[in-house]
């Protein structure tokens, strides 16, 4: 049974940069869409971004530019690299290997001064 683990959480402020992970064990993660969501503390869980098998990108608009979602086969990892954070993109990070119900724990990012 596959399973993902995401990392790479913190604190960071307004301007900066954070990048997540998402590491998979039990499974490649190559054959599979991939998606990252967030779940403001006080909201509801909203997709970020996604990456297609077949390397198709999506992004929500509210981080278009801003964020950047690529894979490393190798590494069986996806990864969120987020640039020029906002406050308003606080929330927990989660990670879905689409269409098998596998989701992640979460890692908690905090924008803030």
């Known amino acids: 049974q596959m399973r993902v683990v995401e990392s790479g959480g913190g604190l960071v402020q307004p301007g900066g940069s954070l990048r997540l992970s998402c590491t998979a064990s039990?499974?490649?993660?190559?054959?599979?869409?991939v998606a990252w969501y967030r779940q403001p503390p006080s909201g509801m869980r909203e997709a970020v971004a996604s990456i297609a098998g077949s390397g198709v990108i999506d992004y929500d608009d509210s981080v278009k530019d801003r964020f950047t979602i690529y894979r490393d086969n190798a590494e069986n990892t996806v990864y969120l690299q987020m640039s020029k954070v906002k406050p308003e993109d606080t929330g927990k990070y989660y990670c879905?290997?689409?269409?098998?119900?596998?989701w992640g724990r979460g890692t908690q990012v905090t924008v803030s001064s």
């Open positions: 039990g499974g490649s993660l190559r054959l599979y869409d």
């Open positions: 879905n290997v689409k269409g098998t119900g596998i």
